[in-house]
Each structure stands twice: as C-alpha cells, then as structure tokens.
C-alpha cells in the first residue's frame, strides 16, 4: 500500500542516498534472555551486511555479557541510551506489558521501527501500535509472537494477502499439545502428564494461561488482527480449560475414530466473528490429529486459495530468533525502499460470538443406576437436541462411571441450558465435559 511518509519520520530510518540504503541496519537488542540471546548470535554470526548488532539492552547487563558479542556493541541498562542511539531497528524482547507497551510506544513515535515477539502487548496494544508505526513512516513486525518459528504471520502479511480469508484455526499453544499427545499416547492421567511437561521446561510452575486457554486466545487475536483484518479483544474469545480432559477420554474419542486438542479457531461470517478455545475432538488421522508434542500447527482458510497448513516449533530460542531475525530482514529490506505497513483493518470490530453449530461429545461421571441414559435423553429431548450414540467401555467402578452421549450438530447456545439441567441430576457426581467435534 502506497502512503505518504509524515514529517516526524525525515530522521533515522530514511534513508536517502544509495550510500544510506547499502549500508546495514544498525539493530538494539532489548532484553537478553533466551530468545535475545538466540537473536544476537545470529545477527553476530550471519555478517551478511544487512543487519548489524549496534546495541543491547538489559537489566544487571554485567551479568549478561558474553565474549562472543563484538567489542563494538554497546551493553546498557538504559532504554533512553537505545532511543537516543543511531540504531534504525529496536528489538523489544523483554516481554510483559510494563514497560514493553511504554518503550514500544517511545521507539514508533522516536521513528523507530520495532521488532517485537510480546504476544500480550500485540494481542492487547497491535491496532494502536500499528497505527503508530505508520503515523510516524515507521514499521511494526511481530512475527515471533504467535507460533514462534512457523512463519504463519509474514505468510498472512504476504504470501496469502491476495486471498479472502474468512477462517483461522490451529493448534497454538505447545504446552497443552504436549500435555494433550502425552496422554493420548501412554494413557497417563492429566495430572501426570502435567508434571511431565514442568518437568522438561514445557510448562512453567503455574501454568493456567496455558491451560485454561489465555496464551492461545491472545495468539488467535493476533492472528485474527493479521489475516483477517478485525480487532478483537482476547478477553472476547471464549477460553475452555483442558484441566477435565482425561486418558478415558482419549478411549471413548478413540471409538469415534478421534483425538483430543486444544483447538483455536475463529471464522468471520459477516459482522460476526465466531471464535472459541479450548479442547475439542479431532479426526485422529487430520492435520490436527498428528500434531504431537509441543508443536504448532495453524490452518488459514480462503475465498479463492481454499486451505493452506503451517506447522512447526512454536517455541524455543533458536526457532523464536529465526522469526525475529526474518522480521529484522523484512524491515531492513523496507526501510531501503519506503516502510510498508500493514493492510488496513476493517472499521467496525466485528462482534464475537462463541455459538458455533457442530456436534458434541458429553462425558458422564456417575454413579451407576438404573434410569440414568432415560433422565438424560429426556432433558436432551426438551431441549430438541438429537442423541447421535452412547458409547459405555466395561470394566469401569460403578461409583464412578465414566460414559458418553455424542450429540447431532446442534447450537452452543440450545446445549448450555440442557447441560445445567443434567448436571444437577442426582447421580451427577460432576458437570459432564463437553467438547465440540470438529470434522
Ligand atoms: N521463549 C520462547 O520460546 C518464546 C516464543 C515466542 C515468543 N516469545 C516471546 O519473546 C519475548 C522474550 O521471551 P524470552 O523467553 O526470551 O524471555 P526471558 O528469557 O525471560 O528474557 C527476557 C529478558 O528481558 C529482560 N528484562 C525483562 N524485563 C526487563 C526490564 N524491565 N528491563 C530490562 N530488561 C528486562 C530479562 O532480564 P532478567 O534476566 O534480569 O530477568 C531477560 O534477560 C516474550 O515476549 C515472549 O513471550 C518467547
């Protein structure tokens, strides 16, 4: 898109002779941690001309320093030494909201551009940061933020823009995917396979905004933002735990030749955007299926391109650095001709509904009875909901017997008074889980 460059952008990042434009890009680094630190040695031992490590930025710095850094970087602790510099790219990898948003927020309006991996400060601050970027005749990239190394976001910025995307989908955050396959392939409890993943650094030590769907929901509003142009809030997205998953679900999802993910999935029909997180059963053999471990994977939907799959490391220094280092490339390749910014969003942010029509799988955990599937088919049958089959495995105790009903596609909306009715029937011992089928 063609614009005009506004007064406040004639400093640092515009450049005007052939001399300017061959020169390299001179790159602040600002937190270094373990994706600043994967990002600095590759700037430091690619030395293609194109980028160059002027200056890092980090808190106690004398414990950061590393001999392999060149001897001309310059090693602070103080943001207003990176705004002050000659530096043309900042690199925000500090993450968190305070004081990232802040130091963003001086860099775009300074003329800087700004490479950033925060997911939080884009999910929460992207449209307004992009605006400020442009208001300034500077660039915003943020490629690393959603599913770290899988290029999913230059590809909606560039290679799938000239496409009508109405729907995303993925598989976004690796924590509950390794949780998840874990199960699915030894049959461990969810509590274990939990502890698993602590274990091997793909859990933190609290790990609800994974688990309870706020890491994924944030991504998806990224994603939403750059494929299909909406703001959304990430609060808006409805976010399901996949804490009540467990190995007898993965049987029973197992005799419906299915699996179990966390899915992220947004579709845009008209004004409304339909979005939703949170574990759902998925054809064993799909794309979503063989995700195992901590990958990603995202499926983008078009108009005219129909279906087009990503997948890869989501996480992980070395995967995280590459996808800052291309976004460093993409800005340095931007500010020799003229910045580009990103496509306009739509005016209006779409309203966002979680009442996607599909069928369910419920599973029961009661305590056995005689008149139990007869009380359940009759609320289902107040509320007009089709029984489509009733799976029960032998073997289980009789105090607490996992079974479950799998429901013709119906509304969100017509399923959740009916599960309140059953979930305060007498031999209810907790509310059933419910997770859509997606095929
Ligand atoms: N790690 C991944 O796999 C991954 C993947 C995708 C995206 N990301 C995103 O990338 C960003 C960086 O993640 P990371 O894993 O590299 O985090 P990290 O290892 O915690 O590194 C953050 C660095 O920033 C420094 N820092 C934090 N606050 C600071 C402040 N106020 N002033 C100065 N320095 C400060 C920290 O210093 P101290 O060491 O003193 O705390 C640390 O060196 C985050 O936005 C994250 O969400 C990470």
């Keep these: 898109m063609h614009k005009t460059k506004p007064e406040q952008a004639s400093n640092a990042n515009l450049a005007s002779t052939s001399e300017d434009r061959n020169s390299p890009r001179r790159v602040a680094l600002v937190g270094f941690g373990t994706v600043g630190r994967a990002t600095a040695k590759i700037l430091c031992e690619r030395g293609d001309g194109l980028l160059r490590l002027t200056h890092i930025c980090n808190r106690n710095v004398e414990h950061k320093k590393q001999p392999w850094v060149p001897r001309d970087v310059v090693w602070t602790e103080d943001f207003q030494?990176?705004?002050?510099?000659?530096?043309?790219?900042?690199?925000?990898?500090?993450?968190?909201?305070?004081?990232?948003?802040?130091?963003?927020?001086?860099?775009?309006?300074?003329?800087?551009?700004?490479?950033?991996?925060?997911?939080?400060?884009?999910?929460?601050?992207?449209?307004?940061?992009?605006?400020?970027?442009?208001?300034?005749?500077?660039?915003?990239?943020f490629g690393a933020?959603?599913?770290?190394?899988?290029?999913?976001?230059?590809?909606?910025r560039a290679g799938l823009c000239g496409d009508r995307l109405h729907g995303i989908a993925g598989i976004l955050n690796g924590t509950c995917n390794y949780i998840l396959s874990r199960i699915e392939s030894s049959r461990i409890p969810f509590s274990e396979?939990?502890?698993?993943?602590?274990?091997?650094?793909?859990?933190?030590?609290?790990a609800s905004e994974d688990l309870d769907g706020g890491d994924a929901r944030a991504k998806l509003s990224i994603l939403v933002l750059a494929g299909l142009q909406a703001r959304v809030s990430p609060g808006d997205i409805r976010a399901r735990t996949i804490r009540s998953v467990d190995a007898v679900d993965f049987d029973y999802a197992a005799e419906l030749d299915c699996t179990i993910r966390?899915?992220?999935?947004?579709?845009?029909?008209?004004?409304?955007?339909?979005?939703?997180?949170?574990?759902?059963?998925?054809?064993?053999?799909?794309?979503?299926?063989?995700?195992?471990?901590?990958?990603?994977?995202?499926?983008?939907?078009?108009?005219?391109?129909?279906?087009?799959?990503?997948?890869?490391?989501?996480?992980?220094g070395d995967p995280t650095a590459v996808a800052v280092v291309s976004d460093l490339m993409f800005v340095a390749d931007g500010l020799a001709a003229e910045p580009r910014s990103h496509r306009p969003l739509k005016l209006e942010p779409p309203k966002v509904s979680c009442d996607f029509e599909t069928p369910w799988y419920l599973r029961f955990l009661v305590k056995d009875q005689p008149g139990i599937i007869a009380s359940l088919a009759a609320v289902l049958s107040a509320h007009h909901l089709n029984i489509n089959a009733v799976l029960q495995k032998p073997g289980f105790d009789r105090n607490a017997l996992p079974f479950v009903i799998?429901?013709?596609?119906?509304?969100?909306?017509?399923?959740?008074?009916?599960?309140?009715?059953?979930?305060?029937?007498?031999?209810?011992?907790?509310?059933?889980?419910?997770?859509?089928?997606?095929?």
């Excluded at 305070?98 to 950033?116: F, H, I, Q």
């Excluded at 933020?145 to 909606?156: R, Y």
């Excluded at 119906?410 to 095929?439: G, N, Y």
């Design 81 to 141: 030494t990176i705004l002050n510099s000659d530096a043309d790219i900042i690199v925000e990898l500090i993450g968190g909201l305070n004081p990232a948003d802040e130091w963003v927020r001086s860099a775009l309006s300074a003329g800087k551009s700004v490479v950033t991996a925060n997911k939080q400060l884009i999910a929460r601050h992207g449209p307004d940061l992009l605006q400020l970027a442009s208001a300034n005749g500077c660039q915003l990239e």
């Design 145 to 156: 933020s959603v599913a770290g190394g899988v290029p999913v976001l230059p590809a909606l």
């Design 406 to 439: 799998t429901l013709e596609p119906c509304r969100d909306a017509q399923l959740h008074p009916a599960l309140e009715k059953m979930a305060a029937l007498s031999f209810a011992l907790k509310p059933c889980l419910c997770l859509p089928i997606l095929r």
């Design 262 to 316: 966390q899915i992220s999935r947004a579709d845009l029909k008209g004004t409304t955007l339909f979005a939703d997180v949170g574990p759902s059963l998925v054809p064993a053999s799909s794309p979503f299926g063989r995700v195992q471990r901590n990958l990603n994977l995202v499926l983008t939907s078009g108009e005219y391109g129909g279906d087009t799959a990503f997948l890869g490391a989501g996480a992980g």
């Design 193 to 206: 396979a939990l502890e698993e993943a602590q274990a091997h650094g793909y859990a933190e030590a609290d």
